[in-house]
């Protein structure tokens, strides 16, 4: 069984900023891909970045230049480092993973249960 578990969500000022982490627990052989997804009311749930093992990262394009993903491999964990929030950027931002629980299973896909991020204007 694999939990992602999510914390750093809130509300604050455009301008401002907040840090999420998620943290992969549970029985891991190997974690292929960690990642943000955020659903705004109304809309669908859109990709905003991901980390994946040996450092390499992808960001949507509303989220350049302002947020950052890393991630501690040895943790199972990453983090968004998200600066110079917008009013746009409210939404539920859920943390995503592939995951292999064992060497000769598949990996699966596994989300955590979603922190609110409010940017006021």
């Known amino acids: 069984q694999v939990h992602l578990v999510e914390s750093g969500g809130g509300l604050v000022q455009a301008g401002g900023s907040l840090r999420l982490s998620c943290a992969a627990s549970?029985?891991?052989?190997?974690?292929?891909?960690m990642g943000w997804y955020r659903q705004a009311p109304g809309k669908q749930r859109e990709l905003v970045a991901s980390?994946?093992?040996?450092?390499?990262?992808n960001y949507a394009e509303p989220v350049k230049g302002r947020f950052t993903i890393s991630g501690e491999n040895n943790k199972n964990t990453v983090y968004l480092q998200m600066n110079n929030l917008k009013p746009e950027d409210t939404a539920v931002y859920y943390c995503?993973?592939?995951?292999?629980?064992?060497?000769?299973?598949?990996?699966?896909?596994?989300w955590g249960q979603g922190t609110q991020v409010t940017v006021s204007s």
């Open positions: 549970g029985t891991i052989f190997r974690v292929n891909v």
């Open positions: 995503n993973a592939d995951i292999k629980v064992n060497y000769d299973q598949p990996a699966y896909e596994y």
């Open positions: 980390f994946r093992s040996g450092g390499i990262t």
